[in-house]
């Protein structure tokens, strides 16, 4: 009997469970996937074009709740990260309170990069410029030689501060500190969806590793990679393609965003039994897809979570964030090893394979002369990514 500790129940009811058992079955039985009713056509400009790159920056980016991090990277009062999200780089702050605040990483002397570390615990921040200092609230706090450098009030050179909120475990942020922003993770989650991550608890979880890649890449392209089921047989033949079956996935959207089922090719042992009687843990992924850069796959005895965050000033960069989530921190040895494996598969699933065919897919984009592209109906999800996209840009701040 395997470890509880490690195996979390699976998290959905019994009809959901059920109802992932019997669409996986028939699509297995009958060849078939989830399919759109229509191929979509898309333009291959929204992989490179840098003034669309930049409307996202502002106008998705800058109005929508992220993930900057998991709760658990940042556990006790006075804890710090630097984040680089689409528009600004931000230093999250656990504060005195149990709250996690976000300022934009940047003295408001003369600009310097006020934290240059990646993470630790600092009650002040003091720029190595000219020495001004801050608190962990991010209000100014000291002006060096302040007579000679001249009247100012302080209470207005507090550090700008983008809206942060935590909710499922992540700290989700809103990539602008203009005044107007608010964030509401749970309405911007719609309530079925807030109902299914919320049945995962990741808020038990730990963060076992984070790892940031830059990569030459735009956002949408590494997005797409996830979303779809149907390049695993052929991309991923030095990994994971053995293990799972290629081009069979039940896709539910659920508002803005959506949730997929694939098949481990070991379901071949439980098929034929009752759907409802069937344990289908071990059998299938679960991966929620958060508008717009998220994945979160769940594996039997973990998560891997993917975030895809547009760089700033241009359209051919992204900072992928790859952490692995357990539900007990490795305490010993031999759970280090069992995390530390599924770490290096999914950077070899990654590196090897994604990255390398969608590097050659970014420079294959820029071609002059290269016509539309299309997203099959089997690739239901992109589908809906893409549309949902095109949508949120031509109706801003409305986002369907
Ligand atoms: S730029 Fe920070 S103190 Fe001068
Ligand atoms: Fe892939």
Not at 81 to 110: I, K
Not at 123 to 147: K, N, T, V
Request: hydrophobic share 40%.
């Amino acid at each position: 009997m395997a470890d509880p500790g490690l195996y979390p129940p699976f998290p959905y009811d019994a009809e959901t469970a059920t109802g992932f058992a019997r669409t996986m079955f028939d699509h297995l039985d009958n060849g078939t996937t989830d399919m759109a009713p229509e191929v979509l056509e898309i333009d291959p400009r929204v992989y490179r074009d840098p003034e669309l790159a930049a409307r996202e920056r502002a106008e998705l980016f800058g109005y929508v709740p992220i993930v900057a991090a998991h709760g658990t990277e940042l556990p006790k009062p006075n804890d710090y990260l630097t984040v680089q999200l689409p528009n600004n780089e931000v230093v999250l702050v656990r504060q005195r309170d149990g709250l996690v605040r976000g300022f934009v990483n940047t003295c408001r002397h003369r600009g310097a990069r006020l934290v240059n570390e990646d993470s630790g615990n600092r009650r002040f921040f003091s720029c190595r410029y000219h020495g001004w200092s801050y608190g962990g609230d991010g209000s100014l706090r000291a002006i060096a030689d302040e007579p000679t450098f001249g009247a100012m009030d302080k209470s207005c050179l507090g550090l700008k501060e983008v809206p942060v909120e935590e909710r499922h475990g992540f700290v989700w942020a809103v990539d602008s500190a203009a005044p107007d922003r608010k964030i509401d993770v749970g309405e911007w989650l719609g309530p079925d969806f807030d109902a299914s991550l919320g049945a995962m608890e990741m808020d038990r979880y730990h963060c076992h590793r984070v790892g940031d890649f830059d990569l030459e890449i735009n956002w949408k392209v590494l997005m797409d990679a996830f979303l779809d089921g149907y390049h695993i047989a052929y991309a991923h033949t030095g990994t994971v393609a053995p293990y799972f079956h290629n081009n069979a996935q039940t896709w539910q959207p659920m508002g803005r965003h959506g949730r997929m089922v694939s098949a481990r090719k070991s379901i071949d042992t439980i098929r034929g039994q009752d759907p409802a009687t069937v344990d289908v843990n071990r059998h299938i992924t679960v991966a929620h897809f958060l508008m717009p850069n998220m994945t979160v796959l769940r594996q039997p005895d973990h998560l891997e979570v993917l975030n895809f965050v547009p760089a700033p000033h241009t359209a051919v960069g992204t900072r992928m964030q790859m952490r692995i989530l357990t539900r007990e921190p490795a305490t010993t040895d031999e759970l280090t090893a069992r995390w530390e494996k599924n770490w290096n598969i999914l950077q070899a699933v990654l590196q090897d394979e994604d990255i390398v065919v969608n590097e050659g897919l970014q420079k294959a984009v820029s071609n002059a002369d290269l016509g539309p592209l299309y997203l099959g109906r089997n690739e239901i999800a992109n589908q809906h990514f893409h549309r949902w996209m095109a949508a949120a840009l031509a109706d801003p701040r409305h986002w369907g």
